[in-house]
Nanobody
């Protein structure tokens, strides 16, 4: 069974930090490029950051560059999103997304999301 389980969301004051985790199971994690998306109330789901299978390359939305860092640990089947200097506009449900690059397995998968609220 393919599963992506996010954790680490919560309430934080502006300027604060959070670290999101996404634990994968049920597929060969190292065959999947991983991304974080977010969806604010009343808005579309947008990509925040992505990382290749070997962590060789990362990319970020302009709105989070310099503040967020995506990383992964293939031994632990986990992808992370370190979020620093959080702003109220970062408030959203954050989703983990896996896209297959390797030879077989599910084409993609989504986590259930974790809520991040930035407010004083």
């Amino acid at each position: 069974q393919v599963r992506l389980v996010e954790s680490g969301g919560g309430l934080v004051q502006p300027g604060g930090s959070l670290r999101l985790s996404c634990k994968a199971s049920g597929f060969t994690f190292s065959w999947y490029a991983m991304s974080w998306y977010r969806q604010a109330p009343g808005k579309e789901r947008d990509v925040v950051a992505g990382i290749t299978t070997t962590s060789r390359s990362t990319n970020y939305a302009d709105s989070v560059k310099g503040r967020f860092t995506i990383s992964r640990d293939n031994a632990q089947n986990t992808v992370y999103l370190q979020m620093n200097n959080l702003k109220p506009e970062d408030t959203a449900v954050y989703y983990c997304y896996a896209r297959r690059v390797g030879p077989w397995g599910p084409s993609d998968a989504w986590g259930q999301g974790t809520l991040v609220t930035v407010s004083s």
